[in-house]
């Protein structure tokens, strides 16, 4: 019986996608490389945020050889305020293995895609069936929440057996039109089906077959489990200016924001009195404190609480690099979490 409900997606779908897709940077083309750019790049961010480093991205690195090449500082720069770095540097070694063994394209086998660096079964379905037209679905928060309210079903969708039942259901009803059906079932979920909103089941096109609609369960639909508490961190955070130049230095090649610049820190929440004394216990004078503020910033199992000191200093003192604001505007990338306190400075 859910498979014949299932059964009527494509129909009612590709019609409706036609008329209702949005016009987006990455759906000019089915270029394999840019389906793969799109979907990394829209892993846990927003749309709007996308579009705009969507097109500087390819600007920058318009092949797969180019991407293949790039240093990484370009890379990090390129990916400045996305987030979730690791994917960019997965980008980058998926890159060389295509061009290692695959002459630099996009090969048009699952399976292959699949065993590229940072391709997990969404993303490797998303390419397969949207650049090569294969059956091969595409599961996401967007689709699993289409699935959930077109069944009216109240299993959990974080568990791994659930993505997998839906994966397994959508390949049987697989149309000809494979990338369009793939990429109507995401519209479905980010828009009219979207999330955080009520179902907007008048218009639409699943709704004459849709049970959570029918059964009035579709704005309970889909169910999570708990989310866990994030662990809170305290950290102080200087803005230190001398001469004209900034203090920054690169985090650690593993971890959190691995690679990445940032501004010196140590753990924990200083009085002004302990600032003071931290640098110059470091060997600095201390010119003016012109400022200090408040900041968090959430990544997904942690939330640091940040407090931001900044001061003009003179001397020498910490194990760090000094740059102009042009330097590090050109070559430095510095993660949300530290950018925020830069924009805040006083001689943006």
């Given amino acids: 019986m859910e498979d014949n409900r299932l059964a009527q997606l494509p129909q009612a779908l590709l019609p409706w996608y036609e008329k209702n897709r949005r016009d987006l940077p990455w759906r000019q083309d089915r270029e394999p490389y840019h389906v793969w750019l799109s979907e990394i790049m829209l892993q846990q961010t927003r749309v709007e945020a996308v579009k ?34 690791s994917r960019v540097r997965n980008l980058q070694k998926a ?21 590229l660096p940072g ?14 037209n294969l059956p091969t679905p595409a599961v996401d928060g967007n ?7 077109l069944e009216n079903d109240a299993t959990p969708i974080d568990l791994p057996a659930c993505k997998k039942a839906v994966e397994e259901k959508l390949r049987r009803i697989y149309p000809v039109e494979a990338g369009d059906f793939t990429q109507a079932l995401m519209e479905l979920g980010a828009t009219v089906c979207g999330p955080n909103r009520e179902p907007d089941c ?49 985090r650690g090649a593993t971890g959190l924001l691995a690679g990445l610049w940032e501004f010196p820190n140590v753990p924990g929440k200083l009085t002004l009195p302990q600032e003071v004394k931290y640098l110059e216990d470091l060997g600095f004078g201390l010119r003016q404190v012109w400022r200090q503020v408040e900041k968090k910033h959430i990544f997904t199992h942690i939330q640091w ?11 020498e003192g910490g194990d760090w690099i000094w740059l102009t604001p042009e330097e590090i505007k050109k070559g430095a990338a510095l993660p949300t979490a530290f950018r925020q306190f830069w924009e805040e400075r006083e001689d943006v």
């Fill in 52 to 85: 705009g480093y969507y097109t500087r991205f390819l600007e920058a690195l318009p092949t797969i050889e180019a991407l293949a090449k790039a240093p990484q500082e370009q890379l990090y720069k390129l990916w400045e305020g996305l987030g979730y770095y």
């Fill in 95 to 115: 890159a060389k293995v295509l061009c290692a063994e695959y002459g630099g394209q996009m090969p048009g086998d699952y399976q292959k895609v699949r065993a």
């Fill in 119 to 132: 391709i997990g079964p969404y993303t490797a379905g998303a390419i397969c069936s949207i650049a090569f």
């Fill in 143 to 149: 689709v699993l929440r289409v699935i959930s309210r």
């Fill in 202 to 250: 008048i218009n639409c096109p699943c709704a004459p077959f849709c049970r959570g609609r029918i059964e009035g369960t579709a704005r309970e639909l889909p169910v999570r489990l708990p989310k866990k508490e994030r662990r809170p961190e305290d950290l102080t955070v200087f803005i230190l200016r001398r001469e004209g130049k900034y203090a920054v230095c690169r």
């Fill in 305 to 315: 609480n940040m407090q931001g000191f900044y001061a003009e200093v003179t001397g």
